[in-house]
C-alpha cells in the first residue's frame, strides 16, 4: 500500500511532441505528490509538485494531473526539447510521516 | 555555491574494503538522507537524521553506519565492501523532512559519489 507504481519505464519523444509520465498509488493518506529530474550524472532536482486540493498545476511546459478518484497523477511536459531528456521519479508523501515514497522512474529521451 | 556537497565524487575499491563518503549541507536544513541509487535507477533510501538524530532506518546491512557529528553533516561509513554495495549514492537534506509546518518535503540532493567495488 506504500507503492508508487510509475510507467513507462523508458520513453522516447520527438521533439515538439508531448511527453506523458505516469504515477499510480495506493495509500489515500498521501497528500503531497512531486515529480523530480535527474540528468545524468547529477542529483535529482525537484521539478513541480502538487496537493490533491487541485486537479492540475502548470509550470511553463511541465504540468502535473492529478485523479484523486483513480488514486493517479502525471505530468506532461509540452513542446518537448531536448534539453528534457533526463529520469523523471514521481513520488508522494503524507504530512503525518515525511518520508517520501519514489516511484522507479522514467528515462526519457527527447530525439532532435 | 554548491548546497549538498559530497565527497568523493568517484569511489573504486576491492571487496572487503571500508570506505566512507562525506557529505555537508549549507542550505540551513534540519534532514540529512542517504539514498542508494542502483543500475536501474530505482531511488532507496538508507537513512535520515533529524538534527542529528537518527530518525528513518531502512533495512540496510549493518555494514553501513552513519553518523551525524553536526546538523549540518552526515557521512556514511561502509565496512567489509561486497560486490553489491557498487550504486551511486546520494546525500540530501531538506527543511520540512519532519514536523515541518509547510508538509511539503523538498529533498536537496548532491551530485552522488560513484562506488564500484571490484
Known amino acids: 500500500q506504500q507503492q508508487v507504481k510509475q510507467s513507462p519505464q523508458s520513453l522516447i519523444v520527438q521533439k515538439g511532441g508531448i511527453s506523458i509520465i505516469n504515477c499510480a498509488y495506493e495509500?489515500?493518506?498521501?497528500?503531497?505528490f512531486p515529480w523530480y529530474q535527474q540528468f545524468p550524472g547529477k542529483g535529482p532536482a525537484l521539478l513541480i509538485a502538487?496537493?490533491?486540493d487541485v486537479s492540475e498545476k502548470k509550470e511553463g511546459r511541465f504540468t502535473i494531473s492529478f485523479n484523486k478518484s483513480a488514486k493517479q497523477f502525471s505530468l506532461h511536459i509540452m513542446d518537448s526539447q531536448p534539453g528534457d531528456s533526463a529520469t523523471y521519479f514521481c513520488a508522494a508523501s503524507m504530512d503525518s510521516n515525511y518520508q517520501l515514497i519514489w516511484g522507479a522512474g522514467t528515462k526519457l529521451i527527447i530525439k532532435p | 555555491d554548491t548546497a549538498v556537497s559530497q565527497t568523493p565524487k568517484y569511489l573504486v575499491t576491492q571487496m572487503g574494503n571500508d570506505k566512507s563518503i562525506k557529505c555537508e549541507q549549507n542550505l540551513g536544513h534540519d534532514t540529512m538522507y542517504w539514498y542508494k541509487q542502483d543500475s536501474k535507477k530505482f531511488l532507496k533510501i538508507m537513512f535520515s537524521?533529524?538534527?542529528?538524530?537518527?530518525?528513518i532506518n531502512e533495512t540496510v546491512p549493518n555494514r553501513f553506519s552513519p553518523k551525524s557529528p553536526d546538523k549540518a553533516h552526515l557521512n556514511l561509513h561502509i565496512n567489509s565492501l561486497e560486490l553489491g554495495d557498487s550504486a551511486v549514492y546520494f546525500c540530501?537534506?531538506?527543511?520540512?523532512?519532519?514536523?515541518?509546518?509547510?508538509?511539503?518535503?523538498?529533498?536537496?540532493f548532491g551530485a552522488g559519489s560513484r562506488l564500484t567495488v571490484l
Open positions: 495509500n489515500t493518506a498521501f497528500d503531497y
Open positions: 537524521y533529524n538534527n542529528k538524530e537518527l530518525i
Open positions: 540530501a537534506s531538506s527543511q520540512d523532512g519532519w514536523g515541518g509546518v509547510s508538509g511539503a518535503n523538498v529533498l536537496t
Open positions: 502538487i496537493r490533491p
